[in-house]
């Protein structure tokens, strides 16, 4: 959970030398919070060389409606631009019900739970630093970790 204060916290991480990056979130994804996702994953869609899109979403306690809407979104946006995009959970009811009912189940990893390669490795160590960090909102909190 993000701290009291915040309703989601939002990182995106440095790209690993396979192309993968990941978008971790923490908190509730509703209609006030979800476009601070949508506006991580449209970061991490921006970077060359992108391969994978992770979105862990083991930090989530709510999905809403708005939720899957972003999900959904950034499924097509990834598929256009030719990269998988594979959605990390530990099997809370929170997230697969929404999931089920837009049909983006398929996103979901197989595992039920992020394993330690779900999470790239810095190309450069010391640069999993915080080089931009936004306020889009009150209780909202996006940081981006090693911009590329």
């Known amino acids: 959970m ?4 915040l ?8 790209m690993d030398d396979s192309g993968r990056v990941v978008v971790k979130a923490v908190g509730e994804v509703d209609a006030y919070s979800a ?3 949508r506006a ?3 970061i991490a869609l921006r970077r060359r060389g992108l391969q994978t899109l992770i979105v862990n979403l083991c930090g989530i306690n709510f999905m809403g409606a708005a939720g899957a809407t972003c999900l959904a979104m950034a ?7 030719g990269v998988r995009m594979v959605v990390s959970h530990r099997g809370q009811r929170a997230l697969m019900r929404p999931l089920q ?3 983006l189940l398929r996103l979901l990893a197989p595992e039920s739970r992020a394993e330690p390669g779900m999470w790239p490795r810095p190309k450069v160590p010391g640069q999993a630093r915080p080089m931009t960090a936004v306020a889009a909102a009150p209780r909202l909190r996006l940081t ?5």
């Open 2 to 5: 993000p701290s009291p204060d």
């Open 144 to 148: 981006q970790l090693g911009a590329r």
């Open 35 to 37: 476009p601070l996702l």
């Open 40 to 42: 991580a994953i449209m």
């Open 7 to 14: 309703l989601l916290e939002v990182v995106v991480l440095p």
């Open 75 to 81: 499924d097509r946006r990834s598929r256009a631009r």
């Open 101 to 103: 009912l837009t049909g």
